[in-house]
């Protein structure tokens, strides 16, 4: 008789996990989602707050460096 009841005991835990493995991966999924858009909106607002000055530095560090190179030679 006790084992029945541990075959049992043993199925509801099992149905149990794979209900909790499905509820896990649907909040991974949405807390992804949720991630990513923050991570866009984020990268949109500096790019419009910071691109320029982004942009000028850049191009001024690729001028020397090319210029520095040229000259060694």
């Known amino acids: ?15 149990i996990s794979a209900i909790a ?7 991974g999924a949405i807390t992804t989602v949720i991630v990513t858009i923050f991570d866009v909106i984020v990268d949109i607002l ?17 001028t020397g460096r090319s210029s520095r190179r040229g000259g060694a030679y």
């Open 46 to 62: 500096c790019c419009r707050c910071c691109g320029s000055r982004r942009s000028s530095r850049r191009t001024g560090r690729r």
């Open 21 to 27: 493995g499905v509820i896990i991966t649907i909040v």
């Open 1 to 15: 008789m006790g084992s029945i009841f541990s075959a049992i005991g043993g199925g509801i835990i099992a149905v």
